[in-house]
């Protein structure tokens, strides 16, 4: 192969790592890849023989992907920090806003913060309007929640 095909090869497949890892945003696995095809298409402007770009191109992936894989599992177990979603809820108190009732097709409403959420109580129990409620879990669009102590706030 033409030493000028691999310029061309290495800044193809550099660009492919990239965008990999920006579609699978969040791992941290071809990001490395990238960085160290982009070196090795440095490496194969610069004139150098295939094999220096190769050995470029491992070498610096190595390092990166050794840099990189704390850090990537540092933000795994973190979680998410900021509170995105609605599984940011769980745990949250609120108040009832309309009635809870155990009859299926009529859905209660809880204010949690400053949102208006659909609720349910797990065992499709009944909580009166102005009751204090913790959020257990979300299923789909609504919370389920329970009763904070029968703590009522003034209506």
Do not use: Y
């Not at 310029?7 to 193809?12: A, E, G, K, N, Y």
């Not at 982009?38 to 990166?64: C, R």
């Not at 795994?76 to 299926?104: F, K, Q, W, Y």
């Amino acid at each position: 192969m033409e030493p000028e095909v691999w310029r061309w090869i290495w800044l193809v497949t550099s660009a492919t790592f990239v965008v990999g890892e920006i579609a699978m945003a969040g791992t941290f696995f071809l990001l490395p890849f990238g960085v160290g095809a982009a070196v090795a298409t440095v490496v194969a402007f610069a004139g150098a023989d295939a094999s220096w770009q190769w050995l470029t191109f491992v070498v610096v992936s190595g390092g990166s992907f050794a840099a990189v894989r704390p850090l990537a599992r540092r933000l795994e177990r973190g979680g998410n920090p900021i509170g995105v979603g609605a599984g940011r809820l769980v745990g949250e108190t609120g108040v009832v806003i309309a009635d809870l009732t155990p009859d299926p097709e009529q859905m209660g409403v809880v204010r949690i913060g400053r949102e208006e959420w659909n609720a349910e109580t797990p065992d499709q129990g009944h909580l009166a309007v102005g009751t204090r409620i913790e959020v257990l879990r979300i299923e789909g669009t609504r919370v389920v929640v329970k009763p904070i102590g029968g703590e009522t706030e003034p209506g």
